[in-house]
Structures are given as C-alpha cells and as structure tokens.
C-alpha cells in the first residue's frame, strides 16, 4: 500500500465498491480499515509478473482438467474480507457457480493467493494474514517468495485455529477443493528477483 486517497475520512465496503465503480479505468485500489489505497506497484518485476501468472493459470488448468465446481482467478478482482477491507489479491480459487460477468468484487474464495514483492512483503505477510482469515470462506492463504523461491501457506484449522507450513520446496496440496501448487513449476526458468 501506499499513501491514502483523498477520499472521505472512511468508508464502508459497500462504499467503496461504489465509489471505485467510478474511478476511471486502470486504476486500482484496495480498502483497508476503512481506509482507500491505491494498488499499483511501481515497475512490477519479471519475476513477480512470471509467479503471479503461472499460479493463476496452473489452478485454471487443474479446474478445468478435474472439472471442478471452481473458478480461478488472477489478479484483478477484488476480494471483500469484512465491512472495512477489500484487498486485490494476486491469484484465487472461488467454488461454487459461475457469477456474473460483470462481478468486481468476490465474497467467498476458498484459496487466496499473494506473491511478495520487496514493497508488498510486510502488508502481505503480517497485516493480510490477519485480516484474510476474518472472511469465513477463506481455508487457504498461500503467501509466495519469489527472491527466496518459497512459500507460505496458512489454512484454516478447527475452530479459529490458523495451521502454517512453509515450503521451501514441494507440491503444496488445497484440499478442499482438491488442487494443488507444485513450486518447481511455479519457479521455472532462470527469472529470479
């Protein structure tokens, strides 16, 4: 995140979501505490580039392969995790129908997905694992490391239990609904960041 938008003091994320409705196109921003940021990155490296998309269309592949009730999404749309945040996630998996084509804004995904950056990596990996976990629907949060080719993956565990495995390398299994990461495919190829 960077610096607030000047916008009203707070707001909800019913607000928001109208509110961004009539920002002009390409611009992105995320909510947090009630509060608008903009989402751009500055320079998106390669590597993140490379990781974000391969995430995205590897758990595409395996919806579509399974024929799984599930829709995989890259970055773009718009997660809503309580009354006061909504976050752009990088990659992530909804189960249910297809919605709408005109949908921004995705309430209940199973599996989110953030791939660090050195200006993301602090808000990825302390503030959104906190706020995340308050959308009921979300089991996986899976945090990637490019520079350090590695992840995290956090999955929700009985009651308001949080389990947590860092993968250094490996296949990273989503049950439920059934897909699965490998990090060697992930990684590919010399881009390192």
């Known amino acids: 995140m960077v610096e607030p938008r000047q916008t009203p003091p707070r707001m909800s994320a019913d607000a928001f979501m109208a509110w961004y409705d009539q920002q002009p196109e390409g611009e992105r921003y995320e909510l947090h505490d009630g509060v608008v940021y903009p989402n751009r990155m500055q320079g998106e490296r390669l590597a993140h580039a490379e990781t974000k ?99 995290i993956h956090h999955r929700r565990g009985v009651g308001e239990r949080i389990e947590t495995t860092i993968h250094p390398a490996g296949v990273i299994e989503f049950s439920p609904p059934g897909l699965s990461l490998d990090l060697a495919d992930i990684f590919a190829g010399d881009v390192l960041e």
């Open 53 to 151: 998309l391969r995430i995205a269309e590897s758990f595409r592949a395996q919806i579509r392969a399974g024929k799984l009730p599930c829709s995989g999404f890259g970055d773009g749309m718009a997660v809503r995790v309580d009354q006061d945040i909504i976050y752009e996630p990088d990659a992530m998996v909804r189960r249910g129908p297809l919605l709408p084509g005109d949908t921004t804004i995705i309430l209940d995904p199973m599996i989110v997905v953030e791939v660090v950056s050195p200006s993301s990596h602090r808000i990825d990996v302390l503030t959104k694992l906190t706020h995340y976990f308050r959308n009921p629907n979300i089991v996986h949060y899976l945090i990637v490391i490019p520079s350090t080719r590695q992840a």
